[in-house]
């Protein structure tokens, strides 16, 4: 199943882990405590750092012997962990909670729980204008939310269910075999179109054996595919005593057992160092994936937005990586309409899109957010010139990579099955090393062969579209 990476509503997998189990009602004073607790039912928005804070909420809530649910009816705390990066993002979020409080209305009883980065940008001024929230927890003090809500704990059975955990329990919303790891937190860039830095705090890298720890947790119990982020991957390390770097910490993950793909989010440009391309063009499990959040490629716009780059260290950087690893993929994310943005800093973003020919690309138009430093900035564009330069700007891409697509037809690529799509006769789907999960297209394989997902298999590339493939099995399931 391809759940929307954007909101993950009462995960049914977390259900199904206490619900299907085969596990027996323990007896005694543990029985009677089963048949109280508590069901928690989750909503959680926003981008994968947010996901993996949502699992982790998730897995106190569990250890604590509360029961998930997928219904929300039937939930007794509404959990829902927010996004507030942006005004959409903010507006989904009060959409859901206000679902919740909806919900909570027509059953009295229920508790509303909001967390995360739209509780940390708005505190209890948010609580004040929707009463319904019970609790209100931002991007920290997770820790104690449960002695604040102050409902029994009713510690249940270790064969009851399977948490990751290393320093706080986790339970995957992600397929078994994919996980992501977070390793660091906040961020110290200045970026004026962004309020990270106050929502999250300050970047700080958690210590390296708690991350090979929770790596080597998440692959005895499945997961084959490491998504590692942060807000700023590259940087890892460089605040730890003794200093570290990406490539210390990769090092340590390429020798776990059972992980055979690691894929790499959020890489910062100014920090692509030689040595991280040269040790990734030598691994055989590190991905040649590379996400570059550039966001602009005009040197006026990039200099209002206080970002390190020039446009010329943007081509340069795309040389480095392409000429080290021809292969490599390589995704990025622009902004358009930021304040001051003129048809000829346009031209040069739509020129430097073309030229660079990225094999993913997303395109958002500005947010004039009041806590972020280009809200003082003169010159705002109008939100119809903003629409139509994003438009734009997709538009092209779309043909590009239709383009780059067709040209991977007849190349023999290795892909992992994620699951299956159709409810007659359903097909398997899948990715290969090029795509990410929930993030990029998917690979649909042919034949009727029944494989596990999570199995790796070598194919043929067979057909293409603007942003999926279509693929042959040509040899046995990959293992190891």
């Known amino acids: 199943m391809r759940a929307d990476w954007k909101r993950r509503a009462f995960d049914k997998r977390a259900s199904e882990s206490r619900e299907g189990g085969s596990s027996p009602a323990p007896s005694g004073r543990g029985a009677h405590l089963r048949e109280k607790r508590t069901k928690v039912g989750l909503i959680s928005l926003g981008c994968p750092k947010n996901v993996v804070d949502a699992e982790r909420l998730l897995g106190r809530f569990l250890e604590a012997g509360h029961e998930p649910t997928s219904d929300p009816k039937q939930a007794d705390i509404l959990l829902v962990n927010t996004c507030g990066f942006k005004a959409d993002a903010e507006a989904e979020s009060r959409a859901a909670i206000a679902e919740m409080a909806a919900l909570k209305a027509a059953h009295p009883g229920k508790r509303l729980i909001v967390t995360g980065c739209l509780a940390q940008r708005h505190g209890e001024k948010l609580r004040e204008e929707i009463p319904a929230i019970d609790l209100l927890v931002g991007t920290t003090g997770h820790d104690h939310l449960l002695e604040r809500l102050a409902i029994p704990i009713s510690p249940m059975p270790a064969a009851d269910f399977s948490l990751i955990s290393e320093k706080a329990p986790r339970l995957l919303t992600t397929p078994p075999h994919v996980a992501y790891l977070k390793i660091a937190e906040g961020c110290d860039n200045p970026c004026t179109f962004c309020i990270i830095p106050r929502l999250r705090g300050p970047f700080r890298s958690r210590p390296p054996e708690e991350i090979v720890a929770e790596a080597e947790a998440l692959a005895v119990g499945g997961v084959r595919e490491l998504i590692v982020v942060s807000q700023d991957t590259t940087l890892y390390g460089r605040d730890l005593t003794p200093r570290l770097s990406l490539v210390d910490l990769l090092n340590r993950l390429e020798r776990i057992p059972g992980v055979r793909w ?46 390190a780059e020039r446009a010329a260290d943007l081509d340069r950087l795309i040389e480095r990586i392409r000429s080290r690893l021809p292969e490599a993929v390589l995704r990025s994310v622009f902004i358009t309409g930021f304040p001051g943005e003129s048809e000829a800093e346009f031209a040069t973003l739509r020129a430097f899109v073309v030229r660079s020919r990225f094999d993913h690309m997303g395109v958002f138009g500005y947010s004039d957010e009041p806590e972020a430093a280009a809200f003082a900035l003169p010159d705002k564009v109008s939100v119809e010139v903003t629409e139509a330069r994003r438009a734009e700007l997709m538009t092209l891409q779309r043909a590009i990579s239709r383009e780059k697509l067709a040209g991977r037809v007849g190349q023999r690529m290795e892909m992992v099955i994620d699951g299956s799509e159709g409810a007659h006769v359903p097909r398997l789907v899948g990715r290969t090393t090029g795509q990410a999960w929930e993030i990029d297209g998917i690979t649909r394989l042919e034949g009727r062969t029944p494989f596990a997902p999570g199995t790796f298999l070598p194919v043929v590339i067979t057909a293409s579209g603007d942003y999926d493939l279509k693929a042959r099995q040509v040899g046995a399931a990959i293992v190891g």
């Open 262 to 307: 690691i894929r790499l989010m959020y890489l910062y440009p100014t920090l692509i160092t030689d040595r991280l391309l040269d040790h990734i063009a030598a691994s055989e499990r590190i991905l040649p994936y590379f996400d570059l959040p550039l966001q602009h490629a005009d040197d006026g716009v990039l200099r209002r937005m206080r970002r």
